[in-house]
């Protein structure tokens, strides 16, 4: 069973930069195609990036230019690179497949943007 561990989470000020991870187990990592979500309080979560297998990106309209989502399939970990930070980009950002997030959630890592 695949297994999804989040870290890199932080608090980090207004215009901060994170740089997330997400090591999932594994030997078919690199045939998957990879997002990452986000749960604001009292939201529900959202797609901010994807990566498919073959290369194709997707970001969210609300982080384009802001978060890079790049991977590493030999070390079947997939990153989000986070700048210009903003308070409304506080969450609990968890990875998973895309477009369908089929595995179980791992327990995410939180962000929090605040002065």
């Known amino acids: 069973q695949v297994q999804l561990v989040e870290s890199g989470g932080g608090l980090v000020q207004p215009g901060g930069s994170l740089r997330l991870s997400c090591r999932a187990s594994?030997?078919?990592?690199?045939?998957?195609?990879m997002g990452w979500y986000r749960q604001a309080p009292g939201k529900q979560r959202e797609l901010v990036a994807a990566?498919?297998?073959?290369?194709?990106?997707n970001y969210a309209d609300s982080v384009k230019g802001r978060f890079t989502i790049s991977r590493d399939n030999p070390k079947n970990t997939v990153y989000l690179q986070m700048n210009s930070l903003k308070p409304e980009d506080t969450a609990v950002y968890y990875c998973?497949?895309?477009?369908?997030?089929?595995?179980?959630w791992g327990q995410g890592t939180q962000v929090t943007v605040s002065s």
């Open positions: 998973n497949t895309w477009p369908s997030p089929i595995i179980v």
């Open positions: 594994g030997s078919i990592f690199s045939i998957m195609s």
């Open positions: 990566s498919t297998s073959s290369g194709s990106i």
